[in-house]
């Protein structure tokens, strides 16, 4: 069996079996379970892992139509993509362990360096050294994300570049999690002994302990004006989310582990579309989603991006040095750039316009201590702020969900209890929304994603950032595509970690791709 060569099963099968795994598990039928799978656009069945949620082709058995995909995609990536190379799928068991070059190995490394092993791979390819590769063109790998983009909303794309280079840790990230919003290190448990394990051989995986922060009700009650009130308000979010952890009891040992280790917690954040309404009409000039189709000052949206997002992730960081102060710092302080005094995974407290930055969104006393903090106590948490798409939640909160633009004025949910009714919140100021269901140029989804953009900048995790098409305005395939490359390149060069579902908007006003309950709680 061994003998022959690249004849084994592909990825898809294994696939099938955690779906499989996830199905069984359904919350005594009251909601399903939910699994992304993630694979290295560098994959060797990568063109196979795309369809596998496409039951109109190849064979049903093979197919896991509940699994969400997502690929990994290295900046290395693009550059065979703009200079129309042959780009190579490689079977990197072949490389690291039949040929014994471990010091290929793609997997534990990003950046310069992941790009220069793989350049070494292809050098191997072509001498004729490797047997199991495929030699691709590699737009058509986009061509055909793009067209999954089309029909099923799917895959997520993982930046690698951009998710680790701007990571709050100094160990790899691989990929996103199921809402692409919140990731961190996490290690497979030694596979030698999986009955009496040591605490020293388990693993840890991602946990999620997560709340979100109503924008607008910040807004309404006066804490985005007082940054003192606001003050009072993260330190007490962040001492209650860190109270979690220590009474929240994890069935798996590898999330325990997990939070002892990073005490990892994330507030979110919805109603930004609801905010920049209330700004709208109370400063008398537009803030949102649109302002080339508006004819507005973009500038003055990203400007109040910054005083928000800003001035809450650095109080953010204040207060996680505190609770360090009071609490003690966890073993992942060690392992993360905090402990070189970089904040959020880019903010550098030795550069002057880093440090001019932070005093601006939350003044000097605040700045002053948080270094005197982070310097004798560290961070009791290692990770702070994310963006997911509580589309579900946010009903229950009143506001539109997330940081995205709301869908429509007015939207009915059809959910499992019933169909529901929903309107904007502030529906009598309802010009000033910029909804997805206007959403008819490329320049506006070029203006979302410099809003996208800048709120990454102040979050260390992801954000969810989901984009709807109408195909009332996109609606030939050629303006699709250019939509799709626009939206994907833009991300990159951004800076933005991860881009979540594609959802459409046919001529008949309704939604295409049904949304992951996960998700949306």
């Known amino acids: 069996i061994k003998g022959n060569r690249g004849k084994a099963n592909k990825i898809t099968d294994w696939v099938k079996i955690y779906e499989a795994t996830v199905n069984a598990f359904n919350q005594q039928g009251k909601r399903k379970g939910s699994l992304t799978v993630a694979l290295p656009v560098w994959h060797k069945d990568i063109l196979e892992f795309l369809e596998v949620i496409d039951l109109d082709i190849g ?40 040929l014994g070059r471990k010091d290929l190995d793609l997997t534990d490394t990003y950046g310069e360096e992941a790009e220069k092993r793989y350049n070494e791979i292809v050098k191997l390819i072509e001498e004729g050294k490797v047997k199991n590769y495929k030699k691709v063109n590699p737009r058509e790998i986009l061509r055909k994300i793009f067209y999954y983009w089309g029909r ?67 807004y309404e009650q006066g804490y985005l004006k007082d ?13 209650y989310m860190d ?52 004819r507005a000052n973009g500038e003055d949206t990203l400007r109040l991006i910054e005083e928000v997002f800003g001035k809450f992730a ?18 992942g302080f060690e392992r993360s750039k905090y402990k070189k005094g970089i904040l959020l995974g880019r903010y550098n407290l030795s550069e002057e316009k880093d440090r001019k930055l932070i005093e601006k969104l939350i003044g000097e006393e605040n700045l002053r201590e948080l270094e005197e903090n982070l310097k004798s106590y560290g961070m009791r948490n290692t990770l702070l702020l994310n963006c997911p798409p509580n589309t579900s939640t946010s009903i229950l909160a009143g506001v539109s969900a997330g940081v995205m ?77 250019t939509l799709f490359a626009l939206v994907l390149s833009l991300a990159r060069r951004k800076g933005i970690k991860a881009l979540y579902y594609w959802r459409h908007i046919l001529k008949d006003k309704t939604v295409a791709v ?6 949306a709680n």
């Open 405 to 481: 633009p709301a869908f429509s004025l007015t939207q009915v949910e059809d959910q499992q209890t019933g169909l529901f009714v929903n309107f904007v919140p502030l529906y009598k100021y309802k010009w000033f929304y910029d909804t997805y269901t206007n959403f008819s140029s490329h320049s506006d989804y070029e203006n979302l994603t410099d809003i996208i953009a800048q709120i990454q900048r102040f979050v260390d995790g992801g954000i969810s950032f989901e984009v709807t098409v109408n195909h009332n305005f996109f609606d030939t395939g050629e303006k699709l595509t």
């Open 514 to 519: 049904e949304e992951c309950e996960s998700c």
């Open 243 to 294: 109270n979690l952890i220590d009474i929240t009891d994890l069935p798996v040992k590898e999330s325990k582990k997990h939070n002892r280790i990073y005490r990892t917690v994330t507030a979110g954040f919805m109603g930004l579309a609801d905010l920049f309404v209330a700004k709208s009409v109370e400063d008398g000039k537009y803030y949102g989603y649109r302002w080339t189709s508006r």
């Open 314 to 331: 650095f109080l953010a960081v204040l207060a996680s040095t505190r609770l360090a102060k009071e609490r003690g710092k966890p073993e």
């Open 59 to 98: 064979e049903v058995t093979k197919k896991s139509p509940d699994v969400f995909t997502q690929v990994v995609i290295p900046d290395f990536f693009f550059k065979y993509v703009n200079e129309n190379k042959p780009f190579y799928l490689i079977d990197l068991y072949e490389i690291t362990h039949i």
């Open 152 to 218: 099923k909303g799917l895959p997520y794309i993982f930046f690698e570049d951009n998710a680790n280079i701007y990571s709050p840790f100094e160990e790899k990230i691989y990929s996103a999690n199921l809402c692409v919003e919140n990731f961190s290190p996490f290690r497979n448990t030694d596979p030698e002994d999986l009955y009496c394990i040591e605490e020293e051989k388990l693993g840890y995986i991602h946990t999620c302990n997560i709340t979100n922060v109503n924008l607008l009700a910040l």
């Open 227 to 239: 940054t003192g009130k606001l003050k009072e308000f993260v330190f007490h979010l962040y001492e």
